[in-house]
């Protein structure tokens, strides 16, 4: 098994196009999370905010964890 890397220019159209719609739903993730958590009462928060807003660099798991389990 090869373990050299491959430039993005270098993969197929169809890999390229799946980086980039997750890399964009991930990023819609984060700042729909972010714009939830600055709006929302920290009483409307399961645990303390700073918490979820690290949480949030956590790549897919930390917005997919405050949308499923963060908010009251």
Do not use: C
Not at 27 to 47: C, F, Y
């Amino acid at each position: 098994m090869s373990t050299k890397s491959r430039k993005f220019s270098e993969l197929s159209t169809q890999a390229q196009a799946g980086i980039v719609v997750g890399a964009l739903v991930e990023l819609t993730a984060k700042v729909g999370m972010w714009i939830d958590l600055s709006r929302r009462p920290a009483e409307q928060v399961r645990g303390p905010k700073w918490a979820w807003a690290a949480a949030s660099f956590i790549n897919g798991f930390g917005p997919a964890a405050y949308w499923t389990f963060g908010r009251k």
